[in-house]
């Protein structure tokens, strides 16, 4: 039921080199000004407020028209004082918004942008759900012994936005106007329905930097997902072979009968160094009972790889290297992004847990083995 954080900053201004300039003209009406007199065309900047590009003066009846040239097609904002709502815009675009400067969100009736209309009805929804959310929790807070009424009142809101994220997707395919439903998915559980989205950004405003920025971030959580799921408890461990020390080939498949744990690091981690101890202790301990290590340097300079094998006592048979550093292909098969990384290995070639160290890697050790 959780919404994660936003996976863009919807709406805020990113780079904008080589991006095709478009012209606009926005006109309307503002009502309830509340003292602004002026509106403005700009997008959010991530360390706070805003970056106006073109702005007007509201005149004594609140009519306002906006000519001017931005720098690209993208997501902008429409300000009218401190309140603003998001607007989508094209090259050639005529625009007429008209709203209550007291309340832009909630009244405002925008016409020559259906997108723009989707947008905004999506982030208002979003809004809405958003506090009622936040109120339950600090009802919940305050009156711990309705937690299963709260909750149960909670799943019902979750299920009705559900319902209507879902509508809103299919009633608005392939449109700019689904931005900001990104925010919403739980990437654990929803990783597909998130992809076929950026997808469909992708295929209707690309170019767009908000977008291209976007499609950025999904192509790196994309890579993290298949990691995740090629390391999953229970997946065969990915098979690789590399030389040891002599120059012999050594194979993960060649110790399919024991527990493995494959070890990541280098003569150069620090934090790898600090680690080596409790695995040749545990090592010391299992290995008669069908534990081994496979260690897997990152080094990329074989006398310093030799000089810690031997001065740590890694007194395993088994260390392997291409010498390639972060370019090692087994890393690059294992998705490791940061030393030390373990993969615990079961006999029959199957993942049992990642990143296991420490108090963790002996308890894990200690259940398989019983001791």
Wanted: with cysteine.
């Amino acid at each position: 039921m959780k919404l994660t954080a936003l996976v863009v900053t919807l709406f805020t201004c990113w780079g904008i080199a080589a991006q095709k300039p478009i012209t606009v003209e926005i006109s309307g009406n503002v009502f309830n000004t509340n003292k602004a007199d002026s509106v403005f065309i700009g997008q959010s900047l991530s360390q706070g407020g805003y970056k106006n590009f073109i702005g007007t003066k509201i005149d004594r009846k609140g009519n306002f028209l906006l000519k001017g040239t931005l720098p690209s097609k993208d997501y902008y904002v429409f300000r009218v004082g401190k309140q603003h709502i998001n607007i989508i815009l094209r090259d050639s675009l005529k625009l007429r918004i008209n709203a209550d400067g007291k309340n832009l969100g909630a009244f405002n009736n925008i016409t020559g942008s259906d997108e723009s209309v989707a947008l905004n009805e999506f982030v208002n929804q979003m809004v809405l759900f958003n506090a009622k959310r936040d109120s339950s929790a600090a009802y919940l807070k305050r009156y711990p012994d309705q937690q299963v009424s709260i909750n149960q009142s909670l799943q019902q809101e979750y299920m009705q936005f559900s319902a209507f994220r879902q509508r809103f997707i299919a009633q608005n395919p392939n449109s700019p106007a689904l931005l900001p439903v990104l925010s919403t998915f739980d990437l654990d559980k929803e990783f597909s329905t998130y992809e076929s989205v950026v997808k469909q950004l992708n295929q209707s405003f690309k170019g767009c930097p908000t977008i291209d920025a976007t499609y950025a971030q999904y192509l790196q959580l994309k890579k993290q997902n298949e990691a995740k799921n090629i390391l999953a408890s229970g997946k065969p461990a990915p098979n690789f072979t590399q030389n040891d020390v002599n120059g012999k080939p050594v194979s993960l498949s060649d110790l399919k009968g024991k527990v493995v744990l494959i070890d990541f690091w280098a003569s150069w981690c620090g934090p790898c160094r600090k680690e080596n101890p409790n695995v040749v202790k545990l090592y010391n301990k299992y290995k008669d009972a069908g534990f081994t290590v496979l260690s897997v340097s990152l080094d990329d300079n074989k006398v310093n790889w030799l000089a810690a094998i031997e001065k740590d006592k890694l007194v395993w048979p088994y260390h392997v290297s291409d010498l390639k550093k972060w370019a090692n292909e087994a890393a690059r098969a294992y998705h490791v992004s940061g030393i030390p990384f373990t993969v615990l290995v079961d006999k029959e070639g199957n993942i049992i847990d990642t990143k296991l160290r420490g108090v963790e890697l002996e308890q894990a050790l200690k259940t398989i083995f019983g001791f």
